[in-house]
């Protein structure tokens, strides 16, 4: 199985800072990669999807990139709605599956 | 406006059974993948089981498999997930969500105890 991790867990930032999150897969996952923010008692709401496509919606200071088995999140710009936890997922095919551990971004 | 809520979480024994449902509305749901997703109190997100959009092929994590079934039915608009011998660390709260290439349309959860 596929297993993926994030670093770093949590991260302490200003509003205004750029920030950068990475998420690294065991396996190939070619771009099928994607990024949600999730906040206390909510959903997870879809930011990013195919490693670097904006969900429509989602502000332009959030972007992804990345391919195979290293991805990144960059929040630009930091806006004070922007704490809050964010999980990478692949979904290398429609069958299985796989989240990371999370990156809590929370104020410095 | 998309709409999607689950139900049926409770509080349940060890070695009990529980049926979530999610009925969804605003999208084509009979032409969508969905799926369950659970979140641990406090802890991260696990995707849990997957189902085609004509139910014809069916996923799980290994810590489901033989234990929970998801199922359809799209003539409801509705996803289900029956869990069969359910364990303390099934607890969490559930999540339905119309998957495939992304993940966009999520329910608000329904939370499930499994307590002595």
């Known amino acids: 199985d596929i297993q993926m991790t994030q670093s770093p867990s949590t991260l302490s930032a200003s509003v205004g800072d750029t920030v950068i999150i990475t998420c690294r897969a065991s396996?190939?996952?070619?771009?099928?990669l994607a990024w949600y923010q999730q906040k206390p008692g909510k959903a997870p709401k879809l930011l990013i999807f195919k490693t670097s496509n904006l969900e429509s919606g989602v502000p332009s200071r959030f972007s992804g990139s990345g391919s195979g088995t290293e991805f990144t999140l960059t929040i630009t710009s930091l806006q004070p709605d922007d704490f809050a936890t964010y999980y990478c997922q692949q979904y290398n095919s429609y069958s299985i599956y796989t989240f990371g551990p999370g990156t809590k971004v929370d104020m410095k | 406006e998309v709409q999607m809520e689950e139900s049926g979480g409770d509080l349940v024994h060890p070695g009990g059974s529980l049926r979530l449902s999610c009925v969804a509305s605003g999208f084509t749901f009979s032409s969508s993948w969905m799926s369950w997703v659970r979140q641990t109190p406090g802890k991260g997100l696990e995707w849990v089981a997957n189902?085609?959009?004509?139910?014809?092929?069916?996923y799980y994590v290994d810590s489901v498999k033989g234990r929970f079934i998801i199922s359809r039915d799209n003539a409801e608009n509705s996803l289900y997930l029956q869990m069969n011998s359910l364990r303390v660390e099934d607890t969490a709260v559930y999540y339905c969500?119309?998957?495939?290439?992304?993940?966009?349309?999520w329910g608000q959860g329904t939370l499930v105890t499994v307590s002595s």
């Open positions: 396996q190939d996952v070619k771009n099928w």
């Open positions: 969500s119309r998957t495939g290439t992304k993940s966009d349309f």
């Open positions: 189902i085609k959009e004509d139910g014809s092929e069916k």
